[in-house]
């Protein structure tokens, strides 16, 4: 079964970054985008982009262009997000996605960031 | 960037009877390939969100046939014909016809 698992919790420091992973398993990697979005506490969703794993090309939202980078690790079916300069307004559960809109749509459990002092 | 508003931001609902959230984008969301992509997603509390339609209508499996979505162009409907308390939770609605996506600011749908 499609199964999307992302690594744990991070406390990090403003200024800093972060990187989480989202591991892909139970279809063909390179054949789905995976989406980003993240929810601040008691806030809504929020689309940050996506990566396309067949050849690695990005988008990016507007609000996070030149502070995120996503990548890939085909081997191991992995995808990664790094957010930089991070404040605390970058508190937040960060979700990766397959399937946002129009194939079934799959979501990982969810990576909270807490960025303080 | 499409600006995706919904109203109302809360509902306060009565277990069954009918319950109905609007979503206009600021331009529209007919895509260059004839799709629509207009999505409803819900989140119950402390979850992670579930997607109920895509492409305006069309509803993912095993969400049932009470929740409906219709619309074109700019304005789009979700409907749930009779609540039940399972439904209670945040409902956003997504655009994906542009490049980058965005989501209405949520909906939340409790008890009367």
């Known amino acids: 079964q499609v199964q999307l698992v992302q690594s744990g919790a991070e406390v990090t420091r403003p200024g800093a970054s972060v990187r989480i992973s989202c591991k892909a398993s139970?279809?063909?990697?390179?054949?789905?985008?995976i989406y980003w979005v993240r929810q601040a506490p008691g806030q809504g969703l929020e689309w940050m982009g996506f990566?396309?794993?067949?050849?690695?090309?990005?988008t990016y939202a507007q609000n996070f262009q030149g502070r995120v980078a996503m990548t890939m690790d085909t081997s191991t079916r992995t995808v990664f997000m790094e957010l930089s300069s991070l404040t605390s307004e970058d508190t937040a559960i960060y979700y990766c996605?397959?399937?946002?809109?129009?194939?079934?749509?799959?979501w990982g459990q969810g990576t909270l960031v807490t960025v303080s002092s | 960037d499409v600006v995706m508003t919904q109203s109302p931001l809360s509902l306060p609902v009565t277990l069954g009877q009918p319950a109905s959230i609007s979503c206009r984008s600021s331009?529209?969301?007919?895509?260059?390939?004839?799709?629509?992509?207009l999505n409803w997603f819900q989140q119950r509390p402390g979850q992670s969100p579930r997607r109920l339609i895509y492409k305006v209508s069309t509803r993912d499996s095993g969400v049932p046939d009470r929740f409906s979505g219709s619309g074109s162009g700019t304005d789009f409907t979700l409907k749930i014909s009779r609540v039940e308390a399972e439904d209670l939770g945040v409902y956003y609605c997504m655009q994906g016809s542009q490049p980058k996506y965005t989501f209405g600011q949520g909906t939340k749908l409790e008890i009367k």
């Open positions: 996605a397959r399937g946002l809109r129009s194939t079934t749509c799959y």
């Open positions: 331009q529209s969301l007919v895509h260059s390939d004839g799709n629509t992509y």
């Open positions: 139970g279809y063909t990697f390179t054949d789905y985008f």
């Open positions: 990566i396309n794993p067949s050849g690695g090309s990005t």
